[in-house]
Each structure stands twice: as structure tokens, then as C-alpha cells.
């Protein structure tokens, strides 16, 4: 059975001018008749249907044509590499999937703890610092690693972290910013040989902590003094908190960005304790 275009264009859901471009790029090789119309024979179909599943997979029309000289050998490699293509997406989008997923929960976290606190461990982690206060760290090597933590895991995390001694000798802690991706992932992501003897990665381990959230309005945080006292203020309860329930700090406290869109600007903070004597 012969079909013109518009009918060939119909059984396959799309328009004539599809049609013709396969044509015109030699994917199909219509026959005319003394009219000069199109006419397509039932392989056409076959054909071009094949086309379309093809198109769907993400081959070009470049590589799609290369096919239709090749030995099936070729085109059986091209869909291997193609499928090992589909499935590298796959896990990229299932560890984005997992990051949104996680974000998702500590925006929730965030919400609950407004006026609460919770106690319980907290992941162990790796991490590459990337700026000090306002001084961006450039080593080589350090950049390196901090690229290695943005682009090769997706479910890493922005943190700033304040030194213990800092804090206990009443000195105002620097901030050390960078990106943290827990130790349990470091395998999952292959990130091992990033790791290994990297004096650039430094280790925050599982303890117990206090976990309490943090909300600056956005327009507080272009203004040092209200930023300041936000954040002061912030601690304040925390220091009370502990003080009620006879804690004490015991490590490095690190709050976690979890959004840093819309009227205000969220974090969780997390704070190492143990039982005071």
C-alpha cells in the first residue's frame, strides 16, 4: 500500500513538513508520480516510526543518518553508547532527585524548629573550606577540590562553621564557608581518590547536637549591625537553651544554608554538646 505525505504525516502524529525534511535528509525515499507527488510505500512507515523512537532516545538526525548505511554491528554499538548515556543521566538525576528530596526535609526541619530545639547525632562529614570571613582561599589544589565537591556530588551542602575555641574563649569566630558532603556518600559518588591524603578535606565527625534553625530577613542581610544582631540573637537562645538543660558545647558548630531565596534566609545551625559536669 502506498501513502502520500499528509496521510504518512497523520499515522505518525506529526506534521507534513516533518515528513518532507526526513525526505530532504534522505531518511526516507519517496517515489512520484507523473504529478510529481510524494508517495510513500508501507516501509515508509516502518521507517520513519523508527525515526521518531530514535529522536525520542536522543540521537541526532546526524546520528540517525550515519545508521543508514551502517552494519547493524555499528548501529548496535551507537545504541549501547547511547543507552550507557541514558543510564549516566539516570543516576545524575536520581542523586539530584535525593539532594531535593533532603533539601526539602531540612526546609521543613527549618520550619519546626523556629521555637524548638532538637537533640540527636549529626552525619559525619568531609569538607573543603573556601573562604575565611571575606578572604577567598585560592590554593591550586584547594580550588581543585572545592570543584570536585560542587559539580561531582549532588547532594552536597553549604556550611559555615565556627571554631569551639573561638567561641569558648568569648572571641568572635570566624566564619569558614565551603561545601560538605556526608562520609557516607563519599563512596556513592566515587569520590575517594578526591578524598584520600587531600590536606584540603577536613573531617567533621557523628556526635551528638543540638539542631535549631535560623531566619534573617533578606534585607537584613545587607546590613551588618541588624545581621549581627539577628544572628545574636539567635545564639542567645541556643546559649539559654543549654544553660536550662545542662549542656555544654563540645565541638565545632556548623550551620547548614538550606535556602537562600525568597523574604528571608534559612539555616540550620548544629551545635556538638555533651552533659556538663
Given at each position: 500500500?502506498r501513502?502520500?505525505?499528509g ?8 506534521t507534513?513538513?516533518?515528513i ?10 519517496p ?8 508517495w510513500y510505500?508501507?516501509?515508509?512507515i516502518d ?10 532516545c ?7 543518518k550515519?545508521m543508514?548505511h551502517s ?11 547511547k543507552?550507557e548515556?541514558?543510564?549516566?543521566q539516570?543516576?545524575r538525576?536520581?542523586?539530584?532527585r535525593?539532594?531535593l528530596k533532603?533539601?526539602?526535609q531540612?526546609?521543613k526541619?527549618?520550619?519546626e ?18 573562604s ?13 577540590t572545592?570543584n570536585?565537591?560542587?559539580?561531582t556530588a ?5 556550611i559555615?562553621?565556627?571554631d569551639?575555641?573561638d567561641?569558648e ?10 561545601w ?5 556518600d563519599?563512596?556513592?559518588?566515587n569520590?575517594q ?6 590536606i584540603y578535606?577536613?573531617?567533621q565527625p ?5 539542631y ?9 542581610m545587607?546590613?551588618e ?6 544572628v545574636?540573637?539567635?545564639?542567645d537562645k541556643?546559649?539559654q537553651?543549654?544553660k536550662?538543660?545542662?549542656?555544654k558545647?563540645?565541638g ?9 531565596f ?16
Open positions: 500500500m501513502y502520500m505525505t496521510d504518512l504525516a497523520k499515522l505518525l502524529g506529526v507534513a513538513n516533518t518532507r525534511r526526513y525526505s530532504k535528509e534522505g531518511f526516507l525515499t517515489s512520484r508520480d507523473i504529478s510529481n507527488y510524494r510505500e508501507s516501509y515508509d521507517k520513519a516510526a523508527m525515526i521518531r523512537l530514535y529522536i525520542k536522543g540521537f541526532t538526525h546526524e546520528e540517525i550515519s543508514l552494519h547493524s554491528e555499528n548501529i548496535m554499538e551507537m545504541c549501547s553508547k543507552l548515556n541514558i543510564d549516566s539516570i543516576e538525576y536520581t542523586r539530584l535525593h539532594w533532603d533539601n526539602i531540612l526546609m526541619t527549618v520550619n524548629l523556629k521555637d524548638s530545639f532538637l537533640v540527636r547525632k549529626c552525619p559525619a562529614i568531609k569538607f573543603v573550606i573556601f575565611i570571613e571575606d578572604e577567598i582561599l585560592n590554593e591550586k589544589k584547594r580550588l581543585e572545592i570536585h565537591f560542587m559539580y549532588p547532594e552536597v551542602q553549604l559555615s562553621i565556627y569551639k575555641k567561641i574563649n568569648n572571641k568572635r569566630p570566624s566564619a569558614r564557608t565551603g560538605a558532603v556526608k562520609e557516607s563519599i563512596e556513592i559518588f569520590m581518590n578526591i578524598v584520600k591524603d587531600n578535606v577536613e573531617y557523628s556526635v551528638e547536637c543540638l535549631h534553625s535560623a531566619e534573617i530577613p533578606l534585607k537584613d545587607y546590613d549591625k541588624r545581621h549581627i544582631e539577628a545574636n540573637n539567635c545564639y541556643i546559649w537553651h543549654m536550662e538543660n545542662g549542656y558545647i563540645n565545632n558548630i556548623y550551620e547548614t544554608l538550606v535556602n537562600a525568597g523574604e528571608s534566609i534559612s539555616f540550620l545551625i548544629c551545635v556538638p554538646i555533651e552533659k556538663g559536669l
